[in-house]
């Protein structure tokens, strides 16, 4: 009997032993802290004399670049033509070893985790959201920047970026992030089935606000030509900013909008849950949107002609079109005008883009020389004729310039330097978000080119019509400078919490709707929405936003 | 006479019993459940790109076409997806069964000492486990991530075959056939190699397809282990990012061009990930059968 609870408690023991050496602080490798480590970039001694490396370094450097997994069919992400060719350019110029570290484009922030641990990150960290750099930030794997450092090695991309870096690159007074450039450009629109509009007696340009666009939906229904296109909203949430109140109040924007975080408390958003209940209990939208948790699944209702509006980047290449014509031959598009999703009395805002495209930090286990190759390598970048090759390939193959010197593109290319299938972006995104000519109407058409499907070109001019037509009512969100714990918290399990009650909510009966959305405005703020709020007013009142 | 159509009748009534047609039901509802989301995959990696987005193939192609399958067999990655697929899983399974044979012969013996203790620790293994992470650290620290040997090793040993083999091992071996073995002057490795093995055969094809489809099917220890070195990636793994990738926009990157991989390639992948384990089930079936089955008689 003894010898039996001798062994239950050696199992006991042996057990909960495996289950700490789980929980070992043990770093075998490095330091964790940047602070603490030898490759602080702040140091005194060292800022405004730096080594010169414009001659190649005297000992091979090896540079990790991240660049994006996106597992296109029959492209190697890490060994391919361009990355020979950067190596041949850049690398061997340099005596530099440039390798490239493939980040899951969908499950970036895991796999980032991963190679964190495992001490196998790459030179940059980065992201495009604000909310996560912080946290990396707040994880201590970034290390501090000194922007001498970056002019010194990286003339031209200080010359381009400085302003920026400085301005938003500043987190709890110490330099933590650099970026890359963002053109004020966008191309996410929603199309509308014109035919089934025109069915009904209206036109496009009838839709000048919700109530119209409503209106519309339920002649769609009487018809019995279809509903709108509605997706589970999850990650990006920009939902409101039509249902918004204008002018802007700066903290009130401040205290709410947040990508990450839904706000479901606010007056905007009961406004766009009372429109969506409405939508819903009317029978005038995908009745199962709820099931609609990925882009696909709303392109393939709009594609089999059940749904008459689809939201998406468009793109000349995009299979929506075609594919919408082989099911529905009779099929027409227009674009919809932004005013359609706004109430009489409200303003057509829009989430603005922050001027910047990768928020990027420095592995705070890169080394000095390995930073110094890592500047070498954005300023090479930043060369035009670089980006230029990059972002088009070799002339003749890939593409032949026209009069104006845009590259136009040899879409039946498929030789040896094909690009991927987004232009090579995850190369030179580093530097800069989309491709930029030398004037903004040389730009501007370069943009139309890659935005017009074949025999749609309309579709192209009417998006950058929308575009420009809403300018005065797009803002960016507010930065906050400081680490919002909180948020970072509380952020997942408010994510799957929010869609749950935002559904139920939109599914309500009309009569309920109000009971339904103060029980799940008390559910969410008691589920920690509250004390990102108290963070967040207490970041405001003290002025860490900007 | 009367015993015939007593017969007779009893057959009679036995082929119109409700239970049977119910149970046949029941089986072909089952089997159905298991076969027409293949063939609905099958069908949807022939059909046209159009009719797949539309979510109009269900079980017939639309628009017919092997498009997608000159696809596949142009991408170079995916054939190379497919060779590591072959060399992990025979690999993995050809270690697997030396370290289970290994393992469960000397326990199924029972002049073994302590073999009571040693299989209760064997088993102590399938119930309890460090978990992903320090699975994760072990092998960081071992230098094995982004390695083949991280795809091999790791689960190379399972508890699980190795406790049906030994007891398959000590229900059909008996020990005089052992005992006259020894008499005649064989030893341990004789023994195993002349007699235990050739007259186990059906229990070891049954474990190696275990194994093997264990192995071919698995992908998520590729996901945590291969990161940097994507020649290593697995078929699995390959189809993995495949299916996964760009399922949603992503509102804060510029999009200048369309990104998302056709539907059709997503399941032609699929039925091309299939179809090589699928092809070995023929020849070890009539093994998989009698393995299965030993022990489950007692007489």
Known sequence: MRNKKMVSMLMAFSVVAGLMAGCTNNNSKTSNDPIASTNNTVSEDTKGSYP????????????????????????????????????????????????????????????????????????????????????????????????????????????????????????????AFFFAARPNVDNYTTLIRKDWVEKVGMKVEDLTSLEKYNEMLVKWKEAGLG?????????????????????????????????????????????????????????????????????NKAKAEFVAGKTGTFSLFLTNNTDVISATLTNNPDAQFAVLPSEALVSEGLKPQSRAYWPFGFIMGINYETSDVERAALWMYLD??????????????????????????????????????????????????????????????????????????????????????????????????????????????????????????????????????????????????????????????????????? | MKSVSGTFAAHHRKRFDIWDVLIHLFVLITSLACLLPFIHVVSKSLSEDAYVIANKVYLWPKGFTFGAYEKIFADDSILRSLYVSVLVTVLFTILGMIITICA???????????????????????????????????????????????????????????????????????????????????????????????????????????????????????????????????????LYYLIIQASESFQLEATQVSMSNPEVLKASCIVFATIPILCIYPFIQKYFVQGVMLGAVKE
């Open chain 1, 52 to 175: 010169d490396y414009s001659k190649g370094f005297p000992e091979k450097v090896t540079l990790e670049i991240p660049v994006y997994e996106r597992a296109y069919e029959g492209w190697n992400v890490t060994n391919n033509y361009y990355t020979k060719w950067i190596q041949k350019e850049f690398g061997d110029k340099y005596n530099i070893d440039v390798k490239f570290a493939p980040i899951t484009r969908s499950s970036e922030v895991s796999d980032y985790q991963q190679l964190l641990a495992s001490h196998k990150a790459p030179d940059i960290i980065f992201h495009y959201d604000m909310p996560q750099a912080l946290a990396y930030y707040g994880e201590k794997v970034m290390q501090p920047l000194d922007w001498d450092e970056i002019a010194n090695y990286a003339p031209t991309y200080w010359k381009n970026m400085g302003e920026i870096d400085k301005k938003y690159g500043v987190v709890d007074g110490k330099n």
């Open chain 1, 380 to 546: 090479w970048l930043s060369q035009p004729e670089n980006l230029f090759f990059l972002q088009n390939g070799v002339e003749g193959q890939n593409y032949t310039l026209d009069s104006e010197g845009i590259a136009v593109k040899n879409v039946d290319f498929n030789g040896e330097s094909v690009l991927s299938k987004n232009n090579n972006k995850d190369y030179w995104a580093l530097v800069t978000e989309t491709v930029q000519y030398s004037t903004p109407e040389l730009t501007k058409k370069a943009n139309l080119n890659n935005w017009s499907p074949v025999g749609y070109e309309y579709l192209g001019t009417d998006l950058l019509t929308n575009y420009d037509k809403v300018a005065e009512y797009r803002t960016p969100d507010a930065l906050f400078s400081i680490v919002l714990e909180s948020v970072n918290e509380y952020k997942a399990d408010l994510d799957s919490l929010f869609q749950e009650l935002y559904v139920k909510c939109a599914i309500a009966p009309e009569s309920e709707f109000e009971a339904t959305y103060e029980a799940a405005k008390k559910t969410y703020l008691e589920a920690g929405y509250q004390k990102i709020l108290d963070e967040k007013q207490a970041a405001i009142d003290a002025g860490n936003f900007s």
């Open chain 2, 104 to 238: 469960a012969y000397p326990l199924s013996r029972k002049h073994l000492k302590g073999r009571t203790v040693l299989t209760f620790i064997f088993m102590f293994s399938m119930f309890f486990s460090g978990g992903i992470i320090p699975d994760y650290m072990l092998i960081n620290n071992l230098g094995m991530l982004d390695t083949i040997w991280s795809l091999i090793l790791p689960l190379s040993f399972s508890a699980f075959n190795l406790l049906i083999l030994k007891s398959a091992l000590t229900s059909s071996i008996p020990v005089s056939l052992e005992e006259s073995a020894r008499i005649d002057g064989a030893g341990h490795f004789r023994i195993l190699l002349s007699i235990v093995i050739p007259l186990s055969k059906p229990i070891l094809a049954t474990i190696a397809l275990f194994y093997a489809v264990g192995r071919w099917n698995s992908y998520q220890d590729a996901l945590f282990y291969i990161k940097q070195n994507v020649e290593l990636r697995p078929l699995q793994l390959k």
């Open chain 1, 227 to 295: 509903v709108a296109g509605e997706v589970l909203k999850k990650n990006n949430y920009i939902f409101n900013y039509p249902f918004r109140d204008w002018p802007i109040d700066a903290k009130e924007r401040a205290l709410y909008s947040d990508l990450g975080v839904a706000d479901l408390t606010s007056k905007a958003t009961e406004r766009y849950l009372q429109n969506l209940n409405y939508q819903y209990n009317n029978g005038l939208i995908d009745k199962e949107f709820y099931l609609r948790d990925d882009d």
